[in-house]
């Protein structure tokens, strides 16, 4: 007949064994204590005089057993052939089991007052990245909050805290000498990098790799990777120098300036005539793997191999300087501040090929004097480089070196002028113009991309102009390198350029029919104004690529939407007007975005399936290779936008509000 302490320990145990939350059986041999010593602490635990959870015991209480102590925590059953969470046989349940990391125990007592033997083991299900699941902890917390442990694994464990805590403690003292942007620190994010120096984490590394660590002084504090990050946190977010000193730890501003020197003259040598200059790639190169199919097929004539390369110039605005002299040289009539101008040469797919200066911007100093300073000069050895027919696509700036130019024996194509007489150009020459421009724009967007890197979006202080040329080729050549081609996707630019040529010598009818009958009184036209939100319910529907097929372009498209919120009104009507006599004429009138006092007439002729043409009187609205931004507003409105008020949604239409209106 068993003894009422002999029942007792029975039912404790088990009600250990079945929350898996105290000493076992097992855990009692495994760790040499006797049940003599156990069954003592049992009957005091079940006794009316408990002590406090959060007191530990006294001298005396330990008389009977001095190598134990009662603790406020829960304890898990240590075993290595049964789990401390499900107390499951691994033999019986052949789950895959796993030991317990010593930095998963560490965590579960200081998180959560669960003590964790060393060399326990549960099943692995329990575990995810070494931390134990959400719902193995609450299975944990299920038993009594207070166990025994000896007083060996008490000191263990102290030591392990301790241990923990001295490196913990030591890698607090590193993170507090280390500074703020450190580029050393492995945890650093591909976000982080981007946001910083304007390229992934992985091309950071490439960059680094190019340059060889003898090329730049290294220290204790200052590593060549920090360098070279230090110089692109400049270049990316325009920072002053003092405040690059206190994001880098540095001395002091002119400490950050020789930092930047140094990391620009190592890339400017090792990484840039990789990526940059007309050295960099052959002419076969550029024919072969830069020049877009659109291009050639629109430029090339049958048999014709040549390189196509567009040219313009940028600019980099600086301060206004007290040099009277510096002043006037940089001062630009056309953008009425400050500034000097790189001048760059941009292959038909947005590559940039190189870029040269940066130049003057006085009168002196303008696109075709640049360009007939940089072929006089042989900069880069351009002039042995290019080859007779080489076509150089430029805009009307370069209007004065055309002739200079063709004595080099190259072609140019250039937009056409107006006419002083004329207000619109002729449906040919707008046929002709949209050709150029259609091939142009990347120059345009390769500008952009560099002024993302916001030094070069800023004013740029006057003590940098020496080393501006050297910072912007160092960005053109990171684009080069890491950023992705304006062009990538070429599989339409064959029907893209049958369309426009069969439709380059096509006159413009319906703008011969609207002038005909203007002057005409007898045929003149009469109009009546509608709500095209409940009228024109014939006019076509269209997607998003099919009026794309129309414009032959997408700017026209984004810019319909900024025209079209425009062009509503207040009350949210869209007015348009129809013919009496053909019902299949609309005239619509469209505010210039450029001038309060002009506004534009557009006339669309169309059936119940498309457009059948279109006419506008804007300097380009007569063309027919594609069509101007004006009439693809009205067009984008009434096919597509209507049905669709997602389209109209603008937060920015809100700030007008909030601004004061004097009038």
Known sequence: MKTSDQSQFETHDNTKCDAAVQTDEEYLQDSKISTSITKPYHQENASSTKLPIHQLPTTDSFASHSNTIQLPLRRLSTSRHRCCVCNIYFSKSKSPCSLIKQSTRFNMLLTHNVFIPNGTMCCRKHLHDDEFKSDAIIFMKKGPNTCAISDHELMELLNNIQTSFNELQSLLTKARSRPPIDFDDDQMTTDQYLNLTGISKENFFDLCSHIPSTSLKQTSLRSARQSIGCLLVKLRLGLSNQTLASLFSLLDRRTASRVIDSARNAIIKH????????????????????????????????????????????????????????????????????????????????????????????????????????????????????????????????????????????????????????????????????????????????????????????????????????????????????????????????????????????????????????????????????????????????????????????????????????????????????????????????????????????????????????????????????????????????????????????????????IKDAC
């Open 271 to 658: 990484f840039v005539p990789k990526y940059l200059g007309f050295s960099h790639l052959t002419r076969r190169e550029l024919i072969d793997n830069h020049t877009r199919p659109l291009a050639k097929l629109l430029f090339d004539q049958p048999g014709e191999d040549k390189a196509i390369i567009i040219l313009d110039g940028t600019y980099i605005y600086v301060q206004k300087s007290g040099n009277n002299l510096l002043q006037r040289r940089t001062y630009s009539l056309h953008k009425g501040r400050a500034l000097i101008k790189p001048m760059m040469f941009v292959s038909t797919d947005g590559y940039i090929i190189s870029t040269i200066g940066p130049y003057f911007a006085d009168a002196q100093n303008n696109d075709a004097s640049m360009t007939k300073h940089i072929f006089l000069t042989n900069s880069e050895n351009i002039n042995d480089w290019l080859q007779p027919n080489d076509l150089l696509i430029v805009d009307r700036g370069f209007r004065d070196c055309l002739q200079f130019l063709e004595k080099f024996g190259l072609k140019t194509k250039m937009p056409a002028f107006l006419n002083k007489a004329e207000k619109v150009f002729s449906t040919q020459e707008a046929n002709e113009n949209r050709l150029i421009t259609k091939i142009r724009w990347v120059v345009e967007s390769a500008n952009g991309r560099v002024k993302t890197w916001r030094l070069f979006d800023r004013v740029l202080p006057n003590s940098m102009i020496p080393i501006a040329g050297d910072l912007f080729s160092i960005v053109c050549a990171l684009i080069n390198a890491y950023r992705p081609l304006f062009i990538e996707d070429t599989s339409k630019d064959h029907e893209i350029a049958e369309a426009m040529i069969a439709r380059i010598h096509e006159s413009n009818e319906l703008k011969h029919y609207v002038q005909k009958m203007k002057y005409d009184s007898k045929s003149q036209l009469k109009w009546v104004l509608i709500n095209s939100n409940d009228a024109v319910q014939d006019f076509p529907h269209f997607t998003l690529e099919q009026l794309n097929n129309i414009t032959l372009g997408i700017y026209q498209l984004k810019q319909a939407r900024w025209y079209t919120i425009g062009h509503i009104y207040q009350n949210g009507a869209y007015v348009v007007k129809v013919a009496k006599q053909r019902r299949d004429l609309l005239r619509a009138q469209i505010q210039s975005r450029h001038r309060n006092a002009v506004s534009y007439n557009i006339y669309i002729q169309y059936n119940k399936s498309s457009i059948l043409a279109w006419y506008c009187t804007c300097p380009c609205g007569s063309r027919v290779v594609g069509c101007c931004s004006h009439i693809a507003s009205v067009m984008w409105y009434l096919s597509l936008a209507r049905h669709d008020s997602r389209l109209l949604r603008e937060r920015t239409s809100t700030y007008l509000s909030q």
